[in-house]
């Protein structure tokens, strides 16, 4: 079936430093992909998608592009903030259900 | 306003009890999903709605009961609460069930069950 890998964590990181989490897929068809975002305490967020092979999804300094040759969505940033401490997960979903099927996640700390 | 809200935030209780977790959406969405968090963040659906109609039951002990009195709403119910079933659950609402559709996240409720 469908899933997800992420690279493990956590990933602990200096301000202003630049940030990748890797993300690969496994799909039967051509999934949507998605990154959302978990801050303490709080429900998960939609950071980003892509819906199609080569799309580029960005928001807040935040970028991920559709590698279909590769199976992956690796999430970067160039220049962490304190802020962005969270819990990360990358998702996909296939066909017309809506179903999400997420990675396992990573923390990732900003220390300033 | 709250988008997706979920009650209670936080549920204590004993082994053996049954327990009703509420959510609602004023998105105007017309499919609402639950996922189980647990103990290590990681993330499953459990079940999915499409306009009150069951569209996802995935393998999940009967002891769980989803209900849809309208689309703006799904409760989840269980029954003989087990200490496997402590985790945090999140309620999500899309604008249809495609794959397309970004998914709106509750606050989530944490269940422990003692």
């Known amino acids: 079936g469908d899933s997800v890998t992420q690279m493990e964590g956590p990933v602990t990181l200096s301000e202003e430093a630049f940030l990748t989490i890797n993300c690969t897929y496994t799909?039967?068809?051509?999934?949507?992909l998605f990154w959302y975002v978990q801050y303490p305490g709080e429900g998960l967020q939609l950071l980003l998608k892509?819906?199609?092979?080569?799309d580029k999804g960005s928001n807040k300094g935040f970028e991920a592009t559709y590698r279909k040759e590769t199976t992956s969505f690796h999430l970067e940033k160039g220049s962490v903030q304190v802020s962005d401490s969270a819990v990360y997960f990358c998702a996909l979903s296939e066909g017309n259900t809506g179903k999400l099927i997420f990675g396992q996640g990573t923390t990732l700390q900003v220390k300033p | 306003d709250t988008a997706v809200s979920q009650t209670p935030k936080y549920l204590v209780t004993q082994m053996g009890n049954d327990k009703s977790i509420k959510c609602e959406q004023n998105?105007?969405?017309?499919?609402m999903y639950w996922y189980k968090q647990d103990s290590k963040k990681f993330l499953k659906i459990m079940f999915s709605y499409n306009n009150k109609e069951l569209i996802i039951n995935e393998t999940v002990p009967n002891r769980f009961s989803p209900k849809s009195p309208d689309k703006a709403h799904l409760n989840l119910h269980i029954n003989s609460l087990e200490l496997g079933d402590s985790a945090v659950y999140f309620c999500?609402?899309?604008?249809?069930?495609?794959?397309?559709?970004?998914?709106?996240f509750g606050p989530g409720t944490r269940l422990t069950v003692l």
């Open positions: 799909a039967t068809g051509y999934p949507s």
């Open positions: 998105l105007g969405h017309d499919t």
């Open positions: 999500a609402s899309s604008r249809g069930g495609g794959q397309y559709n970004e998914q709106f």
């Open positions: 892509a819906t199609k092979a080569d």
